[in-house]
């Protein structure tokens, strides 16, 4: 017999589905019960963030050999380490001997070996065993203990990472997206910047999709964001299901004298272009850099929210102002995601109409339905379905 809650959770999914998979013309706010239901956050972990390109962090916050960034991806403890060949490694980051995760999360530096915190086995920093202490007379075979690597490949020193044993090349993905990008020198961006961790109570769509709509600025952003990129400046560029982008003006406030300096420039540097790589990437790309915000759930109520950024100022480049103004955008953000939040947890009130200005919400939701409830394409070749299009599958060297 099928409890209430089973029911709950499959109408849910049902829910969720049919949202997700909508065309344009009839798009609306996911059902909340995508944001509360255990089964939900469950097929997002195993069916996007155990299986897709998620970014983790970039090239240009590694910048020396040793530099890691330890993380949790989907459960999944890993580490992203630029290793003494200069060679950079999404490594597991559990010991073989009995599981401890081996190095802190965050940002480190990995001396000369990665050691346990338990007994020392100790790693090199591409993964080998390359010591076990006091081991008696038990002969430790070295090639059998090392620590998994997983794919890890880069877009302009972005590094994503995908835990799947056979993935599609992230350029892809990403296909087409650098022909809009022409005007904007992603390769000058050398330096990371400053990055802040902060921990909200919400869901990690509602941090995504709030991160990818300019439509709330006016409103929550008043004194802020909407000062400077005003929400009916923002327009949609180009996008669907595996990145979206969209633009804005930025209001010109530098002096005179500045405009004088600079000189002729062309106008798309007046404007910034935002870039959402889902599930876990949006940023802002202007003429000086590309900062973002990196969104991954702790679980279905909790989110982990990173950010940061590249730029070709070297780091030391800090401005109080400008530090002051994210930091308090930043705060305006995580008070609406969590009251939001709070919102998902009605069980009678229900979503209404995207309006023209969330189009980008619907190519996020576009992305989780291909991803959570379209069979992929592999399973389909396996199917009686595809016996009408391709015959009988006769080839033995099946899934290649
Ligand atoms: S668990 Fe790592 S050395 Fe024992
Ligand atoms: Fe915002």
């Not at 073989?96 to 915190?117: A, M, N, Q, W």
């Not at 008043?222 to 982008?245: D, N, R």
């Not at 590249?310 to 995580?334: L, P, R, V, W």
Request: with cysteine.
């Amino acid at each position: 017999m099928t409890s209430s809650y089973d029911r709950q959770e499959q109408s849910a999914l049902q829910d969720y589905q049919r949202i997700a998979m909508a065309p344009l013309e009839e798009a609306e706010s996911l059902p909340f019960s995508a944001y509360r239901s255990q089964s939900a956050y469950e097929l997002e972990a195993e069916t996007v963030f155990r299986n897709e390109w998620v970014f983790v962090v970039a090239e240009q916050e590694l910048p020396n050999c040793g530099d890691y960034f330890a993380i949790t991806l989907a459960g999944e403890p890993i580490a992203v380490i630029r290793g003494q060949d200069n060679e950079i490694r999404a490594l597991s980051n559990v010991c073989r001997h009995r599981g401890t995760p081996l190095l802190d999360e965050g940002f480190g530096k990995v001396e000369k070996h990665i050691v346990c915190p338990y007994h020392a086995w100790a790693y090199k920093d591409n993964g080998e065993l390359k010591a076990a202490p006091l081991p008696g007379d038990i002969n430790i075979d070295k090639d059998q203990h090392c620590l998994p690597t997983f794919f890890i490949e880069s877009w302009h020193g972005l590094l994503f990472v995908n835990l799947s044993s056979n993935p599609e090349p992230l350029a892809k993905r990403l296909a087409g997206i650098d022909d809009y990008l022409g005007y904007f020198n992603l390769p000058s961006f050398e330096n990371g910047f400053k990055s802040t961790t902060e921990y909200w109570n919400a869901n990690w769509k509602l941090a995504m999709e709030n991160a990818m709509e300019s439509y709330h600025l006016f409103k929550v952003h008043k004194q802020t964001l909407e000062t400077v990129t005003p929400t009916k400046q923002a327009y949609y560029i180009a996008g669907h299901s595996e990145w979206t982008l969209t633009g804005g003006k930025m209001l010109d406030t530098s002096s005179k004298l500045m405009k004088w300096f600079r000189g002729d420039y062309p106008e798309a540097y007046d404007h910034y272009v935002l870039i959402s790589l889902p599930p876990s990437f949006v940023g802002i790309l202007t003429y000086e850099g590309l900062s973002w915000i990196q969104v991954l759930p702790i679980d279905k109520d909790h989110s982990y929210i990173r950010s940061a950024g590249i730029s070709s100022y070297s780091g030391k480049h800090e401005n109080k102002t400008e530090q002051a103004f994210t930091e308090a955008f930043f705060a305006e953000d995580k008070d609406i995601c969590e009251r939001v939040h709070k919102g998902m947890y009605s069980t009678l009130a229900k979503g209404g109409k995207l309006v023209s200005m969330e189009r980008i919400l619907v190519d996020f939701h576009q992305f989780l339905g291909s991803r959570l409830f379209e069979s992929n394409v592999s399973d389909f070749f396996q199917s009686p379905e595809a016996e009408r299009f391709i015959g009988k599958n006769t080839d033995s060297s099946e899934g290649e």
